[in-house]
């Protein structure tokens, strides 16, 4: 998600979570791809997203039915990939 840190404290970013919340939580550090536990391990852009076997981080591409505030959210565009659904959640990731 392009997630940005406005609204949040220095060093904190804004994550989705479930259907339509967010929050502003220490930004993580895994990079793309990066096997993940909660959504604050990946860096700004990214969700925590079960894959199947494990959660990996994935790029956030469309938050249109998300309601996040203004300025949250930025979503990214797939270099690989398509964007589709990320089950449980209000926002489509690339996979």
């Known amino acids: ?4 840190d406005k609204g949040c404290p220095d060093g ?8 339509g919340t967010y929050n ?10 990066q096997p993940c536990g909660t959504a604050g391990d990946c860096i700004r852009g ?5 894959v199947g076997v494990e959660y990996r981080c994935l790029l956030v591409c469309d938050d ?6 203004e300025g949250c959210a930025s979503p990214g565009t797939c270099e690989a990939g398509t964007c589709q659904p990320a ?7 690339c996979r």
């Not at 249109?64 to 505030?69: D, G, H, Q």
């Open 1 to 4: 998600m392009g997630y940005f």
């Open 12 to 19: 904190a970013s804004c994550y989705a979570y479930g259907s």
């Open 24 to 33: 502003c939580i220490t930004t993580g550090t895994r990079q793309p791809g």
């Open 46 to 50: 990214y969700a925590c997203i079960d």
């Open 64 to 69: 249109t039915n998300y309601n996040l505030p």
């Open 87 to 93: 089950a449980g959640y209000g926002f489509k990731v």
